[in-house]
């Protein structure tokens, strides 16, 4: 009896150590649960904070802020994956907005040219002049300028009407001599091989 009496000891300190260690291992693991719930809220918190927090608002008319809500760049990149991904009714609508929300943003010339290169990717040629000759109307120093230009003389080929594409090929050559456009429109002109 004695015997079963130290075993029984030596199990009940064997019992309460290892509910001791268990129980220490439950504090450890209650300890990185807060604390992972603290870095969690943190983040929530972060990104609410960034969710939340007002849009640059650079340029936009004052009448307009109060709707915006718009990251630019988001808005910008978007339309322009639409683009890539061939989603012109897409792209149109996301530079269009942009457009109308960031109009002095400093990529509003290139969402205006995107806009035209949409309208020419869909073969809606009337629609993509426009668009170019707003971009040379609107944004006369943009660096898109002779790229428009040479687009707008492939519309106007495409609708059938040489003499003005050539007009245009032509001002690419004249006024962006050094462009990779003026080389395009060389071409188009038959002027490349001529000085070969």
């Given amino acids: 009896m004695r015997i ?3 075993e029984n000891q030596k199990l009940k300190a064997d ?12 504090g450890m693991l209650q300890g990185r649960v807060e604390d992972s719930g603290y870095r969690f809220s943190e983040l929530f918190r972060k990104m609410e904070k960034e969710e939340l927090a007002p849009a640059d608002t650079t340029g936009i008319p004052d009448s307009l802020k ?3 809500s718009v990251d630019p760049q988001k808005l910008y990149d978007q339309a322009y994956l639409d683009f890539a991904k061939k989603n012109y009714d897409l792209a149109i609508q996301g530079f269009s907005e942009f457009l109308s929300y960031f109009p002095k943003s400093k990529s509003a010339d290139k969402a205006q040219y995107w806009v035209g290169e949409c309208y020419f990717a869909r073969e809606d040629y009337n629609r993509s002049l426009d668009e170019f000759q707003k971009l040379l109307q609107n944004f006369p120093a943009s660096d898109k300028i002779p790229s428009a230009l040479y687009k707008i003389g492939l519309c106007y080929e495409e609708l059938k009407n040489q003499l003005r594409a050539n007009r245009y090929f032509k001002e690419v050559i004249t006024k962006y001599p050094d462009s990779a456009e003026a080389k395009l429109a060389k071409e188009k002109l038959g002027l490349e091989n001529k000085k070969r």
Avoid at 17 to 26: Q, T
């Fill in 4 to 6: 079963q009496l130290e």
């Fill in 15 to 26: 019992l309460s150590s290892s509910l001791s260690s268990i129980d220490e291992r439950l």
């Fill in 66 to 68: 109060a709707k915006v």
